[in-house]
């Protein structure tokens, strides 16, 4: 190790305070690795120089880069198929009945990373309803990551992002090919809403969403701040949302208002009552 074990704390409590991401001291790997990454993308001379530098400004710009540095972003299209498969054969079916009068659909994507995710949706939805224009769409797509939400907003992905479990006909059909790299269609790409959203943080005001996919965060987080988001994705979610979590993640002993069912081979979490 080349980071001290003070300067593995110190950047363990700025995380913390900023994002609410426990960090501990097996994580000591880990967090010298991705600040080598900053200090080289910066030009500082070393990890301790960076350090030193957030110690001088711990407030400034350098704290979200570092936190940034931080968040993990391993994300693919259709991760984790059985979500989306109960979103395609069932949920969405069901909700686009539901929905009918109103014909508005909203659905949130938390930590959304490169987008994959929210674009995997958008894919689905499409394949629905194609092109109906009496039908309003929004999809929110959040992160604390900046570099992420321009990724996405973008939504240029290589040959190894689009390899990873997009089927071949939608990527025919929804993707244009630029050189190596591969952007989704302007119809999807104007689906998908960017904002910066710290989860740790009162949310900002949001639409009533009808699914709220919040899937492999809750696991960085301790008990306490899981307890505060979902509680706030209570204010967010309609009665008869569909909240979709991580594979091991669960709001048991959590928060007991919400109930564990099945759709399919998938778990999803809806309000009691």
């Known amino acids: 190790m080349t980071i001290s074990g003070a300067d593995v704390d110190f950047i363990s409590q700025v995380v913390r305070a900023r994002a609410a991401i426990v960090l501990d001291r097996s994580k000591e790997y880990l967090i010298e690795s991705r600040l080598q990454t900053l200090a080289r993308e910066r030009g500082d001379e070393s990890v301790a120089d960076l350090v030193k530098k957030l110690r001088a400004q711990p407030n400034g ?4 880069q570092v936190v940034e540095a931080m968040t993990t972003n391993e ?3 259709f991760r984790d198929i059985h979500p989306f498969r109960a979103m395609q054969d069932t949920i969405l079916p069901e909700l686009l009945v539901q929905r009918g009068r109103e014909r508005s659909l909203s659905i949130w994507c938390a930590a959304c990373s490169s987008g994959q995710e929210p674009y995997t949706i958008a894919m689905l939805i499409q394949e629905l309803i194609g092109a109906d224009p009496s039908w309003r769409v929004r999809l ?3 992160d604390i990551d900046t570099q992420m939400l321009n990724r ?4 240029v992905y290589n040959q190894f992002e689009v390899n990873r479990g997009l089927p071949a006909p939608l990527l025919v059909r ?5 050189g190596l790299n591969y952007q989704i269609d302007a119809r999807l ?3 998908v809403e960017t904002k910066f959203l710290n989860l ?3 949310f900002p005001p949001m639409p009533q969403m009808d699914i709220v996919f919040l899937r492999n965060v809750l696991i960085y987080f ?3 701040m899981k307890k505060k988001i979902l509680a706030q994705v209570k204010k967010v979610i309609r009665p008869d949302g569909y909240l979709f979590l991580g594979g091991a993640e669960t709001t048991m002993n959590i928060d007991d208002q919400w109930v564990r069912s099945t759709v399919g081979r998938a778990t999803v979490y809806r309000l009691q009552g």
Do not use: I, Q, W
């Open 61 to 64: 710009p350098l704290r979200d």
């Open 75 to 77: 994300t693919s299209f």
């Open 140 to 142: 929110v797509a959040t």
């Open 152 to 155: 996405t907003k973008e939504g």
């Open 174 to 178: 929804y993707f244009a090919r630029h």
């Open 189 to 191: 790409r104007n689906m």
């Open 200 to 202: 740790a943080e009162p």
């Open 222 to 224: 301790d008990v306490d």
